[in-house]
């Protein structure tokens, strides 16, 4: 089955600590999102990624990196520098290349604070 | 740029009565238009897409959505509610920049609550 994977589902963070939240897909998508999620605020784009190696700020990309070496995967790390990290975390992949694209979402990481 | 305004946050409606969410965009050209639906603690499931062609757009489970440019409207619908509808709605409008790609602005989202 074609589609896209986030893990874990639920992940807790101690204060001061990096964590990573994981996505991959098997769409052969050119490009992949990260979004965040609060309750009433909708989704804002935390970074993206059009092409292997190569990835931009979203939004709110404050506290957060990422990386692209690999098509198919585009893992989001959640650094200590990011005070408020509590959140639902949702990837996200489309089609590249110019013009609108839908984009596919992933189940969502639920990212706790301790 | 571009924005989309979800008009209602909460829908409440019966099982077996017809469905209405109403969303309007605010587009300088020809926009593309999406709608998706969340379930509770799950991702976005896209439910139809409008791409330039026919103004009306059938998407799964029977829900489809008008394209009305004098209106800059894109309503969802559906004939008849099912109790597996409820869930959370985002109209969402596209736009491509050189310098970002393709980015999606989402509405705020309307919650649907479905009623036996």
């Known amino acids: 089955d074609g589609g896209i994977t986030q893990s874990p589902k639920y992940l807790f963070r101690k204060e001061g600590q990096n964590v990573t939240l994981s996505c991959e897909q098997n769409?052969?998508?050119?490009?992949m999102y990260w979004y965040r999620q609060d309750p009433g605020q909708g989704l804002r784009l935390i970074y993206y990624?059009?092409?292997?190696?190569?990835?931009q700020k979203g939004d709110i990309a404050e506290g957060y990196s990422v990386s692209r070496e690999k098509k198919e995967s585009f893992p989001l790390t959640v650094t200590s520098a990011q005070k408020n990290p509590t959140a639902f975390y949702l990837c996200?992949?489309?089609?590249?290349?110019?013009?609108?694209?839908?984009?596919?979402f992933g189940p969502g990481t639920r990212l706790l604070v301790l | 740029a571009q924005s989309v305004t979800q008009l209602d946050s909460h829908v409440s409606v019966s099982e077996g009565t017809p469905v209405l969410l109403r969303c309007n965009y605010s587009?300088?050209?020809?926009?593309?238009l999406f709608w998706y639906v969340q379930h509770p603690n799950k991702g976005l499931q896209l439910l139809l897409k409008?791409?330039?062609?026919?103004?009306l757009v059938k998407g799964i489970n029977g829900f489809e959505a008008e394209f009305k440019k004098s209106e800059t409207s894109f309503h969802l619908t559906k004939p008849s509610a099912h109790m597996s509808d409820a869930a959370e709605y985002f109209c969402?409008?596209?736009?491509?920049?050189?310098?970002?790609?393709?980015?999606?602005?989402f509405g705020a989202g309307t919650i649907l609550r479905v009623k036996s």
């Open positions: 996200a992949s489309s089609l590249g290349g110019g013009g609108p694209r839908a984009q596919y």
């Open positions: 769409l052969n998508h050119d490009a």
């Open positions: 990624s059009q092409i292997v190696n190569d990835f």
């Open positions: 587009s300088s050209y020809s926009p593309s």
């Open positions: 409008y791409t330039s062609a026919a103004t």
């Open positions: 969402v409008v596209s736009e491509y920049l050189m310098e970002y790609g393709n980015k999606l602005v």
